[in-house]
T-cell receptor, first 116, second 112 residues
Framework: GAGVSQSPSNKVTEKGKDVELRCDPI?????LYWYRQSLGQGLEFLIY????????KSGLPSDRFSAERTGGSVSTLTIQRTQQEDSAVYLC??????????????FGSGTQLSVL | DAKTTQPNSMESNEEEPVHLPCNHS???????IHWYRQLPSQGPEYVIH???SNVNNRMASLAIAEDRKSSTLILHRATLRDAAVYYC?????????????FGKGTKLSVKP
């Protein structure tokens, strides 16, 4: 079946511009996660959505970052006034359950964001 | 979630077994042990998870110490495609933090 889909796969933007990154989770998955990974670094948690609960935004690095999840499915991560340090691979994941400790995350291939 | 400690890197020969260790001395009774791997230029991929008993699946085996303070991911016959960064992660049952916290992992190199 279809996995987690992210678009675009690559995005080049100029410093100061806004960007939107899209994530289509696996159908029926209630939880959705955004991470980012800078070159050669580990994964940094950004935000987590679970069902109709308020999202966990504790990982967002600044108020330039925001995300929404419409209809419990597609999610958009928005970065306003991009900076060069925002350059990274942005990874989205979904899981069919949350809070059990056993949940498996299914990751997309990511969006490579380059801020010039 | 409790922290894990893994070696930065390991090497293996193709077609030989690989044992990837993970220490989690502060694990709590409700923490599940998860392993993910990340191949070059890809998102992480789930490998296996367990609580107390050893686990086997088509990808690997997970051996959990009796006191649960350590675990070992076993790849029975390494292939070149197993070259990746392997992450050992603890996830609490019913924990308030929903996300998985990824550390630096172990970079596995497989030599032909």
């Amino acid at each position: 079946g279809a996995g987690v889909s992210q678009s675009p796969s690559n995005k080049v933007t100029e410093k100061g511009k806004d960007v939107e990154l899209r994530c289509d989770p696996i159908s029926g998955h209630t939880a959705l996660y955004w991470y980012r990974q800078s070159l050669g670094q580990g994964l940094e948690f950004l935000i987590y959505f679970q069902g109709n609960s308020a999202p966990d935004k504790s990982g967002l690095p600044s108020d330039r970052f925001s995300a929404e999840r419409t209809g419990g499915s597609v999610s958009t991560l928005t970065i306003q006034r991009t900076q060069q340090e925002d350059s990274a691979v942005y990874l989205c994941a979904s899981s069919p359950e949350a809070g059990t400790g056993r949940e498996k995350l299914f990751f997309g291939s990511g969006t490579q964001l380059s801020v010039l | 979630d409790a922290k894990t400690t893994q070696p930065n890197s390991m090497e293996s020969n193709e077609e030989e077994p690989v044992h990837l260790p993970c220490n989690h001395s502060t694990i709590s009774g409700t923490d599940y042990i998860h392993w993910y791997r990340q191949l070059p230029s890809q998102g992480p991929e789930y490998v296996i998870h367990g609580l107390t008993s050893n686990v086997n699946n088509r990808m690997a085996s997970l051996a959990i110490a009796e006191d649960r303070k350590s675990s070992t991911l076993i790849l029975h016959r390494a292939t070149l495609r197993d070259a990746a960064v392997y992450y050992c992660i603890l996830k609490e049952y019913g924990g308030s933090q929903g996300n998985l916290i990824f550390g630096k992992g172990t970079k596995l190199s497989v030599k032909p």
